[in-house]
């Protein structure tokens, strides 16, 4: 894309922008950058990267976008790009033009660094337990065991409790890995010991308290009146919790302008301290009983915001099962273009560019337009697929980049940029960008949605690319089927075809005219083979061929039916005979081999001898009679030639 060199632009590199802390950070950088004149090209992959696979491969082609020459600075979001070896790639070659990059939530060598004090933060959570609810006996689910994160939180747990004199019972710590099954195993774990309920759970984060909570009221407990639990992270799932938990927030906002802060100052020669703490915020609310829970509150802001969101997830799920199933039945661009564009509504009212690049169909040049119905133009590198600007589709065509970008990037400040991919092959990518106007709700989904729509649009056109690609393998076999592998020409079952098709359609168009058949046989194949060896023989086998498709045209069917033996079929026209046509299609074909072998410098010459046959087109038409008629025609010709060279 051009013409977005005239403005000061910030990358941010992410992975899975439909975690909450991505979003809220994108949101606050966007309208912060964008108070100060920046523009934010956020280039985020759809999935964590967290195994090696060749999917994973073809989702880090999407940082192959970044013009870092072109960058003010870059922010890494590094602790959710679960790839090393990508995240360093991205600092050395930011390093090589000597933008300031900064890391988020990670310290990392060659960067700035913004991170959080999680030690800290959880020491304050276990604090909050003790000194205000007079807590004494604790349980801490904590997450991996010997994992660095669940360790920092592990520690801060045993400090406190260090602190504050209080015995720890080794049975009441317990590993939920982080996530619900382990957390559930863990859990149950634990009732088989004996031990008392605690007073409170403290859990390494929050997807491991609405376990424990959810576990808590299946064995018969009330939170909080028989059992305090807090979590950890303060993700936005927990909002709709009940009770609403207690836990401990990254200030992410703060952070984002922190990022921002380095960037500028670093750009003004101002001193910059190479790693920046940012705090937590703590919330505590009805699962440690600092709030009381109130039903009506649970209706109003958790119940009916979580059918709304239901219902909009059901609508758009729906719109993307649809769109998979076009793509089982489309092979035109523009049909193409304009159902997606149909299921494109989270995104199109702002602005949404899909581009691919000549990768697409796994075709290097762009023989693929004529297949998919778009005109050739080879000086093109992409093709728009769609773009749309306040809900207004453009139609497809190839190009550079998109018509309305230059306008959109007067309109918007942050731009969010997904990978299409097939395997470990991009292909294009998905340009969005979201007005930081519209309310929070509507952001989270329509990130949520565009890593849904990314992977639906990813199948929806690799399923073309296979029809595409075994629509032509197809082909392919069709004409070995029924072409001859030396020469090109129809074999007997691709001539007996054409016959049948052509006289079919020309006794259907009521035009029904005359045939003529040609038989074809090389003069004096064994000699050259026998004096010259059979390259030769091939040679000149070749050559009659190339003289029967050149002077042959849309009128004329030329097959090899086997060694050196041709046959020639010609349809007559209005004012054209069969007969007249064929008589002139042997003339013109004699003097070509005249032409050749007074050029070529063989020492010997490639001649033919023919025999024609003409009848009528009837529904009776026999075409190997007049195939034998005109072999006996050619044999006669044969013999004068063979008398006359003796």
């Known amino acids: ?125 276990v604090r909050h337990l003790v000194d205000v609810h007079g807590c004494r006996t604790l349980n801490l689910m904590a997450g991996i065991k010997d994992n660095s994160y669940s360790m920092e939180r592990e520690d801060s747990f045993r400090r406190v409790l260090d602190e ?38 403290v859990c390494a984060n929050d997807t491991m308290a609405m376990i424990v909570c959810a576990k808590l009221m299946e064995y018969g407990y009330s939170i909080p009146d028989d059992c305090l639990v807090t979590g950890f992270d303060g993700i936005a799932s927990a909002e709709y919790h009940v009770p609403r938990l207690t836990t401990s927030k990254q200030d992410i906002d ?72 076009f793509g089982e039945q489309i092979d035109d661009i523009g049909e193409l273009s304009k159902k997606i564009f149909n299921h494109s509504w989270p995104f199109s009212s702002c602005y949404l560019c899909i581009t691919l690049d000549n990768m697409f169909m796994n075709i290097n040049s762009f023989d693929a337009a004529e297949t998919m119905g778009l ?84 199948h929806t056109l690799e399923v073309i690319n296979n029809q595409i690609v075994l629509k032509k393998a197809n082909e392919k076999l069709r004409e070995l089927y029924i072409r001859d592998y030396m020469t090109g020409l129809y074999n007997r079952q691709g001539f007996y075809n054409e016959f049948k098709s052509r006289a079919r359609k020309s006794l259907e168009s009521g035009k029904a005219g005359s045939i003529c058949v040609i038989s074809v046989d090389m003069d004096g194949l064994k000699t050259i083979n026998d004096t010259y060896g059979h390259s030769e023989g091939d040679f000149a086998i070749n050559s009659i061929g190339q003289a029967l498709l050149l002077c042959a045209d849309d009128n004329t069917v030329c097959a090899r039916f086997g060694g050196d033996e041709f046959v020639v079929l010609i349809f007559g026209g209005e004012d054209t005979s069969a007969k007249e046509r064929g008589e002139r299609f042997v003339i013109e074909v004699i003097a070509y081999l005249e032409q050749l072998n007074r050029n070529d410098g063989k020492e010997y010459g490639i001649e033919c001898s023919f025999g024609l046959s003409c009848a009528d087109i009837r529904d009776d038409t026999v075409i190997d009679s007049l195939i034998k008629e005109a072999d006996v025609l050619m044999y006669t010709e044969k013999a004068v030639h063979h008398g006359r060279r003796r």
């Not at 922008?17 to 991505?22: A, E, L, N, T, Y």
């Not at 995240?87 to 990059?101: D, F, M, Q, S, T």
């Not at 019972?169 to 099954?181: A, I, K, L, Q």
Request: proline share 3%; with cysteine; charged share 25%.
């Open 1 to 125: 894309m051009s013409n977005w060199e005239k403005y000061k632009t910030i990358g941010v590199c992410l992975s899975d922008v439909r975690v909450d802390f991505q979003q809220t950070f994108v949101d606050r950088l966007a309208k912060t950058a964008g108070e100060q004149g920046y523009k934010i090209f956020v280039y985020a992959t759809t999935t964590d990267l967290f195994n090696e696979s060749r999917y994973n491969d073809g989702e880090t082609t999407i940082f192959d976008l970044i013009h870092f020459e072109r960058l003010c600075g870059l922010i890494i979001l590094t602790k959710s790009i679960h790839s090393d070896e990508t995240v360093e790639r991205l600092i050395a070659k930011a390093n090589g033009c000597n933008i300031p990059v900064v890391s988020i939530d990670r310290c990392v060598e060659g960067c700035y660094n913004v991170i959080f004090d999680y030690s800290k933060a959880f020491e304050t959570i």
């Open 164 to 201: 504050k004199g209080i015995e720890l019972d080794e049975r009441r710590v317990m590993y939920g890995g982080f996530w619900s099954t382990p957390t559930q195993q863990a859990f149950d774990e634990f009732m088989k010991t004996g031990l008392d309920m605690p007073d409170a759970w």
């Open 254 to 325: 703060l952070a984002a302008d922190k990022a921002l802060e380095i960037i500028t100052s670093v750009n003004s020669d101002v001193p910059v301290k190479n790693t920046t703490s940012v705090e937590f915020k703590p919330i505590y609310t009805q699962s440690c009983g600092c709030k009381p829970l109130n039903y009506r509150e649970v209706t109003g802001q958790v119940l009916m915001p979580l059918l709304i969101r239901l219902d909009e997830d059901s609508s758009h799920e729906e719109g993307m099962e649809h769109m998979q199933a």
């Open 375 to 458: 005109k050739n133009d080879e000086t093109a590198d992409n093709l728009i697929l769609l773009e749309s600007l306040w809900s207004i589709s453009g139609d497809p065509y190839y190009a550079g980049g998109g018509k309305h970008f230059a306008e959109a990037l007067e309109a918007f400040d942050c731009f969010i940029f997904s990978p299409i991919h097939f395997g470990d092959k991009g292909v294009g990518y998905i340009a969005c960008a979201l007005d930081p106007k519209n309310n929070n709700t509507s952001r989270s989904n329509n990130y949520r949605y565009l890593v849904k729509y990314t992977h639906t649009l990813n």
